[in-house]
């Protein structure tokens, strides 16, 4: 095929969860299709929020490699240094963002002079690296994508994460100018898209995230994949797997808890890692909550299977933020049939997109009285079969990695 891709996005493999999986499966599946991919990326952190190995000794270095794929081809990855907080915050995540920015612009000037991109595919956060996707293409031309996983500006203003409106004002014109120079605009929901399109005249386009259902389906014998996990069969599962954060208001999870600490079969299991779960586990400790139990990341391999030993699943974000943020855990949880408790208001594109698929129990988020009954509810739901029937055929339907990299392909590699 000939056609060469650089991916430009601080997010990639090895990294398992979040924006660097789909980057890079994305980046796999167009190697596998003939395409010749670069990629210019860091180390991986996320979601430790530390850069792991092997990759530390080398973190304050540029780097070179090259992957192979079981599947076939290979591609070129080039690794810059970046500024990693151990605790992000807002002032913090922008001196990530600058210090890529920074050492990616060193490294872009070499592609400049020695090879020619026909793409250039640019990922958000951070939203400034469109400027690098911009500046390869003033100069040697190509197509550039500005693929926008999320609204990056939007939560840190309504996080309180930056709160001058002089700052918010002039990062607002300078995403602006990206979006009107880019030649295709596309991002993961339909509301962030709409959203997105009020911007700018660029054309805006969906890409959802999706899952393998090669790798996440529902398995018959729960009870018993229960009790390889170390619970009782009998045991109800009340499951959050994911990044552990601030956008997420994971505390709610605990006040759930003591709620039902009565119910010795309900437990709560926290799954993950970031910046916010030491915090988390002290709160945890000092309730002497004695149902909430904290599990480490699970490998691949076990991920599919831990999954299945949730009766509930929970993905709770903050009021502000599901307009803005289409939660990547959603995907695994739908493909495996699960029975999701999800914190979404009535008017946003989570809501919308849960409502119109009946594929979920909706409570309004922030509202803890609302999120204790939503858990409930779905322990003793007597709909919750039809519901996760229905996430299940979503998935199959509308969430096949194969089935969305194709339409990309068709739509924004070949129009």
């Given at each position: ?216 389906f529902p398995l018959p014998e729960k009870d018993t994949v ?175 990695k194969k089935q969305i990299m194709e339409s990309f392909e ?6």
């Amino acid at each position: 095929m000939g056609n060469r891709i650089l991916l430009i996005g601080y997010n990639f493999s090895p990294e398992l969860t979040g924006i660097g999986k789909y980057s890079g499966e994305m980046i796999e599946w167009l190697t596998r299709k003939g395409y010749h991919c670069t990629v210019l990326t860091t180390y991986p952190y996320y979601p430790y929020w530390r850069v792991q190995e092997p990759y530390r000794k080398k973190r304050f270095w540029y780097s070179k490699e090259t992957a192979e794929y079981q599947s076939g081809g290979e591609i070129t990855i080039y690794r810059c240094p970046m500024y990693v907080p151990s605790t992000p915050t807002g002032k913090k995540r922008m001196l990530l963002d600058l210090s890529f920015f920074i050492s990616g612009f060193f490294q872009l000037l070499k592609f400049i002079f020695v090879r020619k991109f026909e793409f250039i595919v640019t990922v958000v956060p951070s939203f400034q690296l469109g400027f690098l996707g911009d500046l390869y293409k003033r100069i040697r031309g190509g197509k550039h994508i500005y693929h926008i996983q999320d609204l990056q500006i939007e939560v840190a203003q309504d996080l309180k994460m930056i709160t001058s409106n002089r700052v918010l004002n002039l990062l607002f014109r300078m995403e602006r100018s990206i979006l009107e120079r880019s030649d295709v605009v596309s991002s993961i929901s339909e509301a962030m898209v709409a959203k997105i399109g009020k911007k700018t005249k660029t054309r805006v386009q969906l890409f959802p995230n999706w899952v393998d259902t090669t790798l996440f389906f529902p398995l018959p014998e729960k009870d018993t994949v229960k009790e390889q996990f170390g619970f009782k069969s009998s045991d109800k599962i009340i499951l959050y797997s994911g990044a552990i954060g601030e956008k997420q208001g994971l505390e709610s999870i605990l006040l759930s808890a003591r709620e039902l600490a009565s119910r010795e079969e309900v437990k709560y299991i926290i799954c993950g890692t970031g910046p916010y779960k030491a915090k988390l586990e002290a709160s945890a400790w000092q309730m002497g909550l004695k149902n909430v139990i904290f599990f480490p990341l699970q490998p691949m391999k076990k991920f599919n299977a831990f999954l299945n030993i949730a009766d509930v699943h929970l993905v709770i974000q903050k009021a502000k933020a599901s307009d803005l943020v289409m939660p990547s855990k959603l995907t695994s949880i739908l493909a495996v049939g699960g029975l999701a408790v999800i914190t979404a208001n009535k008017g946003s594109g989570l809501y919308d997109l849960i409502d119109k698929y009946q594929m979920g129990i909706l409570v309004d988020a922030e509202n803890q009285v609302a999120l204790n009954e939503g858990i409930k509810r779905a322990l003793s739901s007597e709909n919750s079969s039809k519901i996760c029937t229905n996430a299940l055929q979503y998935s199959e339907a509308y969430l096949s990695k194969k089935q969305i990299m194709e339409s990309f392909e068709k739509s924004i590699l070949k129009d």
